[in-house]
């Protein structure tokens, strides 16, 4: 009698392994939520020109002595805006005229606004004669519990009991 020598898999174990794979495909995929590192990206890119808006003003004040929404020192008078920005977003009636003023000093790239179109909506400032706020509202959960997701859309401090968690009503701030 001749002894049978398997020298391969049965389909039964076959099955048994792609059933094993894709159990932790999809653990895998439910683990690293690619939608929210869609979101995470989106959020790193809207920090990065908050930070840029924000450095192009300190930088402005620092060569004209006043703000860009300001006319003079004295900031009595305002570049398109009918008073100073308290929470407004850099899509606001008035605010492409602040933008250009900063463009037009070379501390933001002229097609700063074509460029950051999307962006500029999500994007809030606040400001008086000497001091900026520039905040955003982050979609993403990590930069929701981030330590500096603790402010209102004007800058103020949002409510500690809440901020930073993931709360979707704080806003990621630089002062």
């Known amino acids: 009698m001749k002894k049978f020598i398997s020298k391969g898999f049965t389909l039964i ?8 794979l894709g159990a ?6 439910g683990a690293l939520d690619p939608f929210e590192q869609l ?3 989106t959020d790193t890119g809207v920090r990065n020109t908050v930070s840029e808006v924000h450095s192009s003003i300190i930088r402005y004040y620092a060569l004209k002595g006043h703000m860009p929404w300001c006319v003079d ?5 305002f570049t398109g805006l009918t008073e100073q920005p308290s929470a407004v977003a850099l899509t606001a009636t008035g605010m492409d005229s602040v933008l250009s003023s900063i463009v037009e000093t070379g501390e933001l790239k002229s097609n700063f606004t074509a460029v950051q179109a999307q962006q500029l909506e999500k994007i ?4 008086d004669t000497e001091d900026v706020t520039v905040c955003f509202q982050p ?3 990590s930069f929701r519990s981030d330590n500096n997701s603790v402010y209102n859309s004007d800058g103020s ?9 993931d709360n979707t009503s704080c806003y990621w ?3």
């Open 13 to 20: 174990e076959l099955l048994i392994v792609i059933a094993l």
């Open 24 to 29: 932790l495909a999809i653990g895998l995929i």
């Open 39 to 41: 979101k995470k990206g």
């Open 73 to 77: 020192n004295l900031c009595t008078t």
């Open 124 to 127: 809030f400032l606040s400001g």
């Open 139 to 141: 979609d993403s959960k």
């Open 157 to 165: 401090a949002a409510d500690p009991a809440i901020c930073p968690g």
């Open 173 to 175: 701030c630089v002062k």
